[in-house]
């Protein structure tokens, strides 16, 4: 795989830094992951982008189109700042060094101030391989002396949040209180019906119905009626303990 043509990417020319980019394995992880937070940022005035890697097909209910029409509705619900696609290979996604440096161009191009990955435990290889050309990328948009589009960029930070295939008892860093957010973030979740709905069991626990159940979880131990859990591999900065819940 060769790294995409310069004009492929966004151009920084035209575009503000982003606060945030969100890289996401296929449409929907952002959405389940971290939906609610994304609106708490961008409630907040921050500028989020979501960066979808593949396009997530093929599935038994989806297509390239239905897919396409899913984000986009998604996309209109979370009033995202940004959001693009890789164009990689679903079911196949790799950390190569082509990839590694497609990513960082995006990086280099949006100049997020964070990056947020999937979680480096899972069972799925596409989540495990986004995390990984993630950090990687967050390496080679610094590097100078490249052919990669836009300027050298590190972003201050890299977290990780919770869209996994394993049944783990983990313990997050930190929880994002997201009750105000929880109804916009199922409105998202369900714009992939073909994912969530379209030929999935009707009685319940349903898919939706671990979600929210997985969301009050999350709320219950911060005291609040839903969360959702992230962590990091660099110990935070804090320079107040006002926000703390």
């Known amino acids: 795989?060769?790294?995409?043509?310069?004009?492929?990417?966004?151009?920084?020319?035209?575009?503000?830094?982003?606060?945030?980019?969100?890289?996401?394995p296929?449409?929907?992880?952002?959405?389940?992951?971290?939906?609610?937070?994304?609106?708490?940022?961008?409630?907040?005035?921050?500028?989020v982008g979501v960066l979808d890697l593949t396009s997530g097909e093929p599935t038994p209910h989806g297509s390239m189109e239905i897919r396409a029409?899913?984000?986009?509705?998604?996309?209109e619900i979370m009033k995202?700042?940004?959001?693009?696609?890789?164009?990689?290979?679903?079911?196949?996604l790799e950390n190569t060094l082509a990839a590694r440096q497609q990513i960082a161009s995006y990086v280099r191009c949006l100049r997020p101030r964070w990056l947020f990955a999937p979680y480096y435990h899972d069972a799925h290889p596409d989540h495990l391989a986004a995390t990984l050309l993630t950090e990687a990328a967050r390496f080679h948009a610094k590097l100078s002396k490249t052919d990669m589009p836009g300027p050298r960029h590190h972003p201050e930070r890299l977290y990780y949040y919770?869209?996994?295939?394993?049944?783990?008892?983990?313990?997050?860093?930190?929880i994002v209180d997201i009750s105000e957010q929880w109804d916009r973030k199922m409105q998202a979740v369900r714009a992939y019906e073909s994912q969530m709905i379209t030929?999935?069991?009707?009685?319940?626990?349903?898919?939706?119905?671990?979600?929210?159940?997985?969301?009050?979880?999350?709320?219950?131990?911060?005291?609040?009626?839903?969360?959702?859990?992230?962590?990091?591999?660099?110990?935070?900065?804090?320079?107040?303990?006002?926000?703390?819940l």
């Open 1 to 24: 795989m060769n790294i995409l043509p310069a004009s492929a990417f966004p151009d920084p020319e035209q575009i503000e830094p982003l606060d945030f980019l969100v890289i996401a």
């Open 26 to 47: 296929h449409p929907d992880d952002a959405e389940i992951g971290m939906g609610g937070t994304i609106m708490r940022m961008i409630d907040q005035g921050m500028r």
């Open 69 to 75: 029409k899913e984000t986009a509705a998604a996309t």
């Open 80 to 92: 995202l700042t940004w959001r693009g696609n890789a164009g990689l290979a679903n079911r196949a």
């Open 162 to 174: 919770f869209c996994i295939h394993l049944r783990l008892a983990v313990q997050p860093g930190w």
């Open 199 to 244: 030929g999935r069991p009707t009685e319940p626990p349903t898919i939706l119905d671990r979600i929210r159940d997985e969301g009050a979880h999350w709320g219950r131990l911060i005291n609040r009626n839903y969360g959702e859990p992230f962590d990091t591999k660099e110990p935070l900065a804090m320079t107040s303990l006002r926000d703390l």
